[in-house]
């Protein structure tokens, strides 16, 4: 693909200055521009960049002055990064208009699976018994579609994406490639000698509307019942995500961190990359968890911050991490506090008993 | 599947009370149970949801009470957590009976791969040269098996699971899906212009019998010899095993743990999740580690408990934690008690002086 | 391949003594040879195995003095480690003239992709348009190359790997089975009602020349620009790379680490396992992160070392760690002190009193 700066302009109402004919070919960021790029400039402390870009094509807010000749071609718009999300989002609906469709060959698709219109089932895809893919799903290359489960409608499920048996995907749903949907919970029960039976793990995943998960995670079925991940949550890369667990709406989790089994975590709730939340646990609504905490006990309160290993409130954590940093001279204080205070002790001693000598 | 609450009744032993017509085409945790549902209910304290459940048939002890009128079907046994858990195992039966069976096409077998009896090789798996795959073995679709590799009696190998070359997978072993087992080994030579060299990673790994393996785990193969998952071990999800590890039988580990190179883990171990081990140490059976920990060196006492980074005697850290909450204020107190004794050593001075001369 | 003595002494240009028509099967450990293994000994602690192994052939320095009989027969040469590893080296380079070459068949190859010479594209795998595929590279069964994506000379992808649209693997590249490259990075513009809009994720990944990934990695692609693995770096499984990080020349990271976005990470650093790096910093060239650590803020200063959460200087780090076992008796300490001074402050304003009305 290949725009002129004027047909860009025109699509965002914005003025060209300098060769309105500039082509560009895609975007990047300012720092990184290379001939053809189309960059955007808003935060002041890149208009020095402004002056050196390779790039071809620079929005820029209407309100900048410049202060030193530019080669590349300018576009005004009244607010730079307004425009560049814009242009971004048409680029995109660009994209999903030339996303793949139909259903490519080799593919296995069972005789009682049902499956909607406008869908994309790539190579190599297994769609099984009784399983249902929406109208509008993609389902990328290599991806496995167990009995039962079903796709919701503009889903899409990128390579490798494995959904096992009696699991749902809502509708827009994001998955990438490599994650695991309806593997089983983590249960065994031990016996008298030391060894575990399995307990059957005949739960499902559900995954409701509007939610997007990250590469190479893992979604364990519920033992009985359901693990949720319910509408709007947004999931990182290689995050774990055990029997029975529901993630609230609209919370988002970073990359690997790791929900034990049964907890509940409640609604815009953010927990940060390599977090850990003990299991049979409820987070409240709002609940901040910092990257790498361990949260160990429930969180009652909403629009909590934790931090820490165990985690508690994060401003405390950082009070007592700060003077951990310190131990080794408060511990060399306490020592020596020890000293001194023993010979004032044994100096005190000695003036008691000369005064009481004295006035004996 | 749909069973008559009478059926039910008669598997086990019970005997119904209400409508033995009732119909259950599923089982639930009581707290989420629908129409249709088969629950149970053995703890006491969720007999309140016995009066409000829209279950269809609950298993109750003989020996419960009944405070208020119920509207599902109860079947009477002498333990229902028990029976429920054997109409679970004969669940698992029953659908073990259901489970795939037979050669699915297209899939690739090399001309020289032995393949058992009463196999299951779904859609898109690879099955290379010398490969064995092993009576009533089940491998999902888009597995791959490495030349050479072997999969022993009734094992289950999920969608996507990657085996490399000549490495052996035990009897009954489940492995969900995505999970690797025989990548290289992290092995490099530094070089003397700071670029490493790749060690050759020539062993293998050997899984026991009866060892189950969660979704997305990565389990290296040795450098030289074999890295070893005993009998009966159980690996949660996303997994990290490098080279020459051994995880000694019916040890547990819980999710996103990682155990670093020639590393050796006892017999009836707990690994906590998000736990970390550091290589070339050994771990005495029975050891508890606990989430989140970093185990820096050798445990040799049978049953210890650890916990903390780096990780030590379980009692300890947690006392040590809990001083942690309130290091500001003993860094306070610090503080005002070297104003305190640095005023009484002044007085103290003060005070001898005086003494001295009304000594003098 | 079987071996004998001799071939393999005359390989190495060394001296057998013993059976010199002894076969060798394999390579092992010493410690866990069998009949048919080929092993060494270089360092003297483990000279003590020669007595016992079972070994057929073991090399040894030319230097050793037997103190014992041994049973297998030794090839003696100037450096038995040097030797073995070359053997390795050969060994590896037979592994590689047997590697798999050619297009299997069930394989989807878009009409618009490139395929050099000299390939290997395993079952399954798919080729997506305008892909590139340079000479001699290898790609194991089940992966996914993506439309654009470009695959350098003789790089290897390992089974179920997969790499999305338009990033760019080097030569000599690596990467383990199940590995995700070029995943969507985790970029969301919060919305007034608390729910998140998907910020498009329109850039690559490049991973140059030489670099080796392990299993199961989710690296992902630029939002805009290129996230980089630069050339000779190594991963290990697990990892986490987010959107826009750059990873230095010869750099290793161990498994399971996370590196947040916009990440700069400097030349020849090495990261262990399980750490976490937060978004939008730089490492300097040459930091040493230790495993578990949480880097917080820039690295500015070469040759850092690194541990802890938040991390700061190793050594300073551990004497932290070192007193935090104490901090209950420290904790008491302090309580005491505040015991003692306190009757101190009164005793002395005991003697003051005194004092004055002695001296008054």
Chains 1, 2, 3 share one sequence.
Do not use: W
């Amino acid at each position: 693909m290949q725009f002129s700066a004027t047909q860009i302009a025109n699509l965002l109402g914005g003025k060209t200055e300098g060769n309105a004919d500039a082509k560009v070919t895609g975007v990047a960021k300012i720092e990184e521009a290379v001939g053809g790029s189309l960059c955007f400039i808003s935060n002041p402390k890149y208009e020095e960049y402004l002056y050196h870009t390779k790039a071809s094509v620079v929005l820029v807010n209407n309100s900048l002055k410049l202060s030193k000749n530019v080669s590349c071609t300018l576009i005004r718009v009244p607010d730079a990064y307004a425009s560049f999300a814009s242009l971004l989002q048409k680029y995109n609906e660009l994209i999903a208009n030339q996303a793949p469709k139909g259903i490519e060959q080799p593919s296995f698709i069972a005789a009682s699976a049902q499956i909607g219109n406008d869908v994309y089932i790539g190579a190599f895809c297994y769609i099984a018994d009784d399983a249902v893919i929406e109208d509008g799903a993609s389902i990328y290359p290599n991806s496995f579609v167990g009995k039962g489960a079903r796709i919701g409608k503009n889903a899409k499920l990128f390579a490798g994406v494995k959904i096992y048996e009696s699991c749902k995907v809502g509708q827009n749903v994001i998955i990438h490639a490599g994650t695991v949907v309806g593997c089983d919970g983590f249960g065994f029960a031990p016996q008298p000698d030391g060894s575990y039976q399995k307990i059957p793990q005949i739960g499902n995943v559900v995954i409701e509307d509007d939610v997007e998960i990250g590469a190479n995670c893992a979604i364990d079925r519920a033992t009985m019942g359901t693990t949720i991940i319910r509408k709007g949550a947004k999931l990182d890369n290689l995050i774990q995500i055990a029997h029975n667990v529901e993630v609230g709406q609209h919370t988002v989790i970073a990359a690997q961190s790791g929900i034990a089994g049964s907890t509940k975590i409640g609604r815009y709730c953010m927990v940060g990359g390599q977090a850990g939340i003990i299991g049979h646990i409820q987070i409240a609504d709002h609940t901040n968890i910092n990257a790498q905490s361990g949260v160990a006990k429930s969180v009652l309160e909403p629009h909590t911050v934790l931090n820490g290993t165990p985690a508690f409130d994060y401003k405390s954590v950082l009070k007592s991490q700060a003077i951990f940093r310190h131990l080794p001279e408060i511990n060399n204080k306490v020592k020596d506090l020890e000293k001194t205070v023993a010979l004032l002790t044994q100096q005190i001693a000695t003036l008691t008993k000369a005064a009481t000598n004295t006035n004996g």
